[in-house]
């Protein structure tokens, strides 16, 4: 009787993996056939991209726009056309495009002076010197006019010509003050596509509107809970973003970020912020911006000991700031906890490449152990860390 009892209990247990085998095979099968559509449609458009005709333009004349689509733009020569021309084939055309040039020196600017001459809406931006992601994108954003705002890289492409139709479409029913979109990555060394999913979409799309107080700290709750179910996408191009939104955040950043020379970490500072400040937030599951991973861009790509020390200070601002933020709207010093665990290596390359900002480090883990808010933990973590240092 009791063998009996063991045979039917590995019956059911044989059953209960095999039924999760296919479970496991059909999401597989459902990604690749996305992977292959999205693929397939990829490779439509790009061919399709240059051609200026492919939609009818309505020129609309003196009316304020209601998406500003912001480039900053440093020798972009070999991307920038691609990116104004995804744009410009949108089937929505009530937009403006603004392109910080950022003191390049390569063509990027006579390309983009020739798509002035046939197009009005766009706007260009010369600085005098190189300046920076962050201040190229303030400046931005200061002369727009637009509603709304997609912050976009000058390497990407808006990959479906009517996002921005949806997006309107969207936003005409429920008024949001943020909409995100989904994104497709095109590591263009190795040369295929592959969905994000892990890396910058830890969400299900699902159209739920989020209201505040839970907007403003979804970010943090769902990353120290591992609970990805609703939002944790913290780069700010795969978004519409209300303009008052947007300068809201930018002021509270303020100067201090505003004069500094930003490579990295500054579109996530801008996005915690802006969930701040939002009033609601909702996503679309559509693939509709095409993230370009170039082996030579800054984020990802090999750079030279200056650089590499200018990235490494850059993830210490945005500590400062993040903390800053923290304490100034009395949230849990948990939050930077977390993004101190993940950011901190960071900071022990930059003590490594240079002493000259080890003064500010000391003084910055100081100000953390001062704190009466800070956790026991995290204490712990900073004294650990002094010590090296």
């Given at each position: 009787m009791l063998y009996s009892n063991e045979k039917n209990n590995l019956k059911i247990n044989l059953k209960i993996l095999f039924f999760f085998f296919i479970f496991l095979y059909l999401k597989f099968i459902k990604r690749m056939f996305f992977n292959y559509k999205s693929l397939a449609f990829y490779k439509h458009y790009i061919n399709e991209c240059n051609n200026l005709k492919r939609y009818n333009r309505k020129k609309i004349k003196n009316t304020t726009p209601f998406f500003s689509i912001c480039f900053p733009a440093y020798n972009m020569e070999n991307y920038i056309a691609k990116a104004i021309l995804s744009v410009l084939n949108q089937s929505f055309q009530n937009f403006e495009i603004i392109i910080v040039n950022d003191y390049s020196n390569d063509s990027t600017k006579d390309i983009i002076k020739k798509f002035q001459t046939e197009e009005s809406r766009i706007k260009l931006i010369n600085h005098s010197k190189n300046l920076g992601v962050y201040y190229s994108r303030v400046d931005a954003i200061l002369l727009s006019r637009g509603k709304y705002i997609i912050l976009m890289d000058p390497d990407d492409m808006l990959l479906n010509p009517k996002l921005l139709e949806m997006l309107y479409d969207y936003n005409l029913k429920y008024n949001l003050d943020i909409i995100e979109f989904s994104v497709i990555c095109f590591l263009e060394k190795k040369g295929y596509l592959k969905i994000i999913e892990k890396y910058y979409h830890y969400h299900n799309f699902n159209k739920k509107i989020i209201y505040q107080p839970e907007l403003s700290d979804i970010h943090f709750y769902n990353y120290t809970t591992k609970n990805f179910s609703k939002v944790q996408c913290r780069v700010i191009w795969n978004k519409i973003i209300r303009r008052e939104i947007l300068l809201k955040s930018i002021q509270y950043i303020g100067l201090e970020y505003y004069k500094k020379f930003f490579i990295t970490a500054e579109d996530t500072l801008i996005n915690i912020i802006c969930f701040h400040f939002a009033n609601n937030y909702s996503n679309i599951d559509l693939p509709g911006y095409m993230y370009n991973i170039r082996e030579i861009s800054m984020t990802h790509g090999k750079s030279n000991i200056k650089k590499k020390i200018l990235f490494c200070y850059n993830h210490l601002l945005y500590l400062k700031k993040f903390y800053l933020y923290l304490k100034d709207f009395n949230k849990s010093r948990i939050f930077f906890l977390y993004e101190f665990k993940e950011i901190n290596k960071e900071i022990l390359k930059l003590n490594k490449l240079s002493k000259k900002?080890?003064?500010?480090?000391?003084?910055?883990?100081?100000?953390?152990?001062?704190?009466?808010?800070?956790?026991?933990?995290?204490?712990?973590?900073i004294n650990n860390i002094s010590s090296i240092i």
């Open positions: 900002y080890k003064i500010e480090i000391e003084q910055f883990f100081k100000e953390i152990l001062n704190d009466k808010f800070t956790s026991i933990t995290l204490k712990n973590i």
